[in-house]
């Protein structure tokens, strides 16, 4: 079995920590570098409910996309909600390893993921990595439909293809329109509507859209917007990792088990169509 150090040099050179954004948080949160390693959970969050299924997978490592901490903490207090799920991990001796924005603009990234769940040929960044000379980093992706198709039935095949979730899609726009291109981000995308916009797309697929930011969107130009789930946009990238880390333990003889986790972590579970007084 491979030492935690070495499985955790693969996943830094998957998603170097360098490439992450300034006002992130990511690496190992927990673990001991010379324990040895032969199961391994991804996960979007690092919640309790995950730390639970690694315990019953026999997992010594997760690797969850949001870090824990994102802001810094004084306390690991086990009274705590982030406190009790550390005591949990080094109790068991199982380590947590977070990619964040270094898995966003990864090549293959968050954003690749999400395009290949819905079967979209990638054609590109939408916001390159000015430091990758072959121009394949970067936030989010620009893509290609096979065949063009409504901005109606597309949103349908976003709800049938990424994980259910209470929000479900919501389309903003012309169900009518016609759309051939699409960019896409996985998770909170309304901060790249200018490069959006500027990449002449008929629709923009992501998370966690705003009110003001998508109105002005949607009345600045024909684009459509459908807007999904944040954690149901990131979770494809769960098993794009995951078959990553599988290939480096097959070239290593590690034979590690790599298990992806099905648990629903979005924080909301209810969903009630709302409507107008009689």
């Known amino acids: 079995m491979p030492r935690l150090s070495e499985v955790l040099a693969a996943l830094d050179a ?3 920590p360098e490439r992450a954004e300034g006002w992130d948080a ?54 705590t909600f982030k406190g009790r799920v550390v005591h949990t991990l080094i109790k068991h001796d199982i380590a947590l390893h977070v990619a964040h924005t270094n898995a966003d603009t990864a090549d293959p990234g968050v954003s690749d993921a999400l395009a290949g769940a819905l079967d979209l040929r990638v054609t590109g960044p939408l916001v390159p990595d000015p430091t990758d000379p072959r121009g394949r980093r970067g936030l989010g992706r620009i893509c290609e439909l096979d065949h063009p198709e409504t901005l109606a039935d597309f949103a349908a095949r976003a709800a049938a293809r990424l994980p259910a979730t ?20 996985g998770g909170s995308g309304d901060s790249l509507f200018d490069a959006v916009r500027a990449s002449g797309v008929d629709a923009f697929l992501t998370a966690d859209l705003r009110h003001h930011p998508a109105s002005e ?16 946009t990131e979770w494809p990238w769960c098993e ?25 972590t979005d924080p909301w579970t209810t969903h009630h169509s709302s409507g107008a007084p009689n």
Request: charged share 20%; aromatic share 6%; hydrophobic share 45%.
């Open 166 to 185: 209470a929000q479900g899609i919501r389309l903003a726009g012309d169900p009518e329109a016609c759309v051939r291109t699409v960019a896409v981000s």
């Open 240 to 264: 794009q990792a995951a078959a990553q880390l599988d290939v480096i333990s097959d070239r290593h003889g590690w034979d590690l088990r790599v298990h992806v986790s099905k648990q629903v």
């Open 217 to 232: 969107a949607v009345r600045h130009s024909p684009l459509g917007l459908v807007d999904a789930a944040h954690w149901a």
């Open 14 to 16: 998957l998603w170097p």
């Open 26 to 79: 990511v690496g190992t949160v927990c673990g001991d570098p010379d324990a040895e390693v032969d199961r391994v959970l991804f996960a979007v969050d690092p919640v309790h409910e995950i730390v639970d299924e690694a315990l019953e997978f026999g997992a010594q490592l997760i690797v969850t996309h949001h870090p824990l901490y994102l802001r810094g903490t004084t306390t690991v207090a086990a009274d």
